[in-house]
């Protein structure tokens, strides 16, 4: 009995064993996929030979296995198409900070052809709670070729240029310009005139540009929006951007711009603190804010990882690019009387009501989430200067009309038209 028992046992163990070595070496086999990070040996990399992958850039993907591999989770989302638009695009980044960081980052990670990198600043110990990859070891070093260095590592096919300069107008053409043109710019530049001079560079050049307002003093996700600049008045960097380039360049919006519609949560550090420490630690740059604005690292990492989103689905284009949901905050009775007005043209224009086959949800959905509060004949969606004040939008000069008046006034045959529009229309 005990001798079976024993031999019960060491079969047991024997074939523990042997499944065990043959889960290791099915698992080893699987595994055992090119490479491309730094220091691995040759051999690793497959059929990709040490020449192929000096000369392999991002636009090769297709033709390269260790890229293909890299970003297949891209060309599921985006298809081969619109891989490929992204990886042979040109993005300029200017400012490094928690934002531009880590949009440059994930940019870089997604594989867009070639990044330029344009900040004048350095890496700093109080940087390091926002930063996208910097360590304690690039204190002290350009923060363009920290993003530089880092980058390489994590795809070194990347084709990179770290500018370590202020933005200017007098550089606009070394920076902007070039044998190549820029697909798409990011802004996240926290100075003002800065910021200004480089959205309108970009308008004037005909560049498509996204302007990424203060991430400072915030903490809320929920509350981050894609606006024109026309309707940026809740945040008091994006106004005054949509301001200065109403009355400076006469660019009355048609800017994208990615801002948060919370309230600071805090105060810039007073005088007072700042004159108790080493004002180096607050980063005081000439030309620069004085005070500093408390950041909570994730808000800007989650604004800049939202700029890369909405850059490289602009970028694949097709279905895949972001139109924001509507930033204007409607009130009942803005719905009310817009149904009332399309009554009202009904019974003047057909002798009764009885063809208004919508409701008060109807107009709701139609008012905000459609026509966004514009006439659909508005060539850009821009908000007029001093007709609405935050994020209220007047919509009393707009009514409801039928698109074509042989069928009922239903949610697919309403279009929205200013008064003037409807009657030409009608």
């Known amino acids: 009995m005990e001798a079976s028992l024993r031999d019960r046992a060491l079969c047991l163990v024997a074939g523990a064993a042997l499944g065990s070595a043959a889960t290791y070496l099915s698992y080893s086999l699987v595994t055992r996929r090119p490479s491309a990070a730094a220091g691995l040996p040759t051999a690793a990399l497959g ?7 000096a000369t392999a850039t991002v636009a090769d993907f297709l033709k390269d296995d260790v890229l293909k591999e890299q970003f297949t989770r891209n060309v599921q989302f985006f298809g ?50 926002r930063h996208a990859v910097a360590t304690r070891e690039d204190v002290g070093t350009p923060k363009a070729t920290c993003l530089e260095k880092h980058f390489k590592q994590i795809l070194p096919e990347a084709d990179l240029e770290a500018v370590v300069e202020m933005y200017t107008a007098e550089r606009e053409e070394e920076l902007l310009g070039g044998p190549v043109r820029p697909d798409y710019v990011i802004d996240a530049i926290d100075n003002i005139d800065t910021k200004v001079a480089l959205v309108a560079a970009c308008h004037r050049r005909g560049l498509p540009v996204l302007s990424v307002a203060g991430a400072g003093a915030k903490a809320d996700p ?50 007072t603190d700042m004159e108790a420490g080493n004002p180096l630690d607050y980063q005081i740059v000439p030309n620069f804010r004085v005070r500093t604005i408390p950041v909570l690292g994730t808000t800007p990492a989650l604004f800049g990882m939202a700029a890369a989103g909405y850059v490289l689905c602009a970028l694949a284009g097709g279905s895949h690019a972001i139109e924001g949901e509507p930033i204007i905050r409607l009130n009942c009775v803005q719905y009310e009387r817009a149904l009332e007005r399309l009554r009202e043209r009904e019974r003047s224009r057909y002798g009764s009501d009885d063809g208004v086959a ?69």
Not at 47 to 53: I, N, P, Q
Not at 82 to 88: D, E, F, L, N, Y
Not at 378 to 386: E, I, L, N, Q, S
């Open 222 to 271: 929920t509350r981050l929006k894609f606006v024109d600049v026309s309707e940026s008045s809740v945040d008091p960097l994006a106004r005054a951007l949509r301001q200065k380039l109403r009355k400076q360049y006469d660019i009355p919006g048609g800017i994208p711009v990615l801002l948060s519609t919370e309230k600071p949560r805090c105060k810039l550090v007073s005088m």
């Open 80 to 129: 081969e198409d619109g891989q490929s638009r992204i990886a042979s695009a040109f993005v300029v980044v200017v400012g490094l900070g928690g934002v531009g960081s880590h949009a440059a980052h994930l940019l870089m990670r997604s594989g867009v052809g070639k990044l330029r990198l344009i900040d004048f600043d350095q890496v700093t110990l109080s940087s390091l709670n």
């Open 358 to 426: 919508v409701d008060l949800d109807d107009i709701t959905f139609l008012l905000r989430e459609v026509w966004r509060g514009f006439s659909a004949r508005a060539a850009d969606r821009v908000v007029a200067p001093g007709g609405d004040k935050g994020l209220m939008r007047a919509t009393a000069h707009l009514t409801f009309t039928r698109w074509d008046a042989s069928r009922p006034a239903m949610a697919d045959n309403l279009v929205l038209l200013t008064a003037a529009e409807a009657d030409a229309h009608d």
């Open 47 to 53: 059929s990709a030979s040490a020449a192929a992958r």
